[in-house]
């Protein structure tokens, strides 16, 4: 009985995962910065930098997710990930497809690019 009260109190603290301030921090600026980027992006009038702006946005967060798991972002940076990295994704399609519709030469002629969903197919 006495073995089995050890094994559960060390599987139950092994799963609670620890930050250091610092990581907390880090991760609350980086946070912070894409949701700042990703509105910028919304804003910004050249379609390329928007584009950039969304990318980046994407790409901190993605960074994150290296320092902490996507269930303890909730606690450490007030965001709901999920609902954050669609919002992110549903940005960086949007600024696609206006680059797009303004410079149609840039829409690469392959089906792949449909697949990844660039863009539409071209008719």
Same mark, same amino acid.
Request: aromatic residues 6%; charged residues 20%; glycine residues 2%.
């Given at each position: 009985?006495?073995?089995?009260?050890?094994?559960?109190?060390?599987?139950?603290?092994?799963?609670?995962?620890?930050?250091?301030?610092?990581? =907390?921090? =880090?991760?609350?600026?980086?946070?912070?910065h894409?949701?700042?980027?990703?509105? =910028?992006?919304?804003?910004?009038?050249?379609?390329?930098?928007?584009?950039?702006?969304?990318?980046?946005?994407?790409?901190l967060?993605?960074?994150?997710?290296?320092?902490?798991?996507? %269930?303890?972002?909730?606690?450490?940076?007030?965001?709901?990930?999920?609902?954050?990295?669609?919002?992110?994704?549903?940005?960086?399609? %949007?600024?696609?497809?206006?680059?797009?519709?303004?410079?149609?030469?840039?829409?690469? =002629?392959?089906?792949?690019?449909?697949?990844?969903?660039?863009?539409?197919?071209?008719?």
């Amino acid at each position: 009985m006495v073995c089995l009260v050890i094994l559960v109190s060390q599987w139950s603290t092994r799963n609670q995962r620890k930050y250091s301030k610092t990581v =907390q921090k =880090q991760v609350k600026g980086l946070v912070d910065h894409a949701a700042q980027l990703a509105v =910028q992006s919304k804003q910004d009038q050249n379609e390329f930098i928007a584009v950039v702006h969304v990318t980046e946005a994407d790409s901190l967060l993605k960074a994150v997710l290296t320092l902490v798991h996507p %269930e303890d972002l909730g606690k450490l940076a007030n965001i709901d990930y999920m609902q954050i990295t669609e919002q992110i994704e549903k940005q960086k399609q %949007e600024t696609t497809k206006r680059l797009f519709t303004k410079y149609p030469t840039l829409i690469p =002629q392959h089906t792949l690019s449909t697949i990844a969903g660039w863009y539409p197919p071209v008719e």
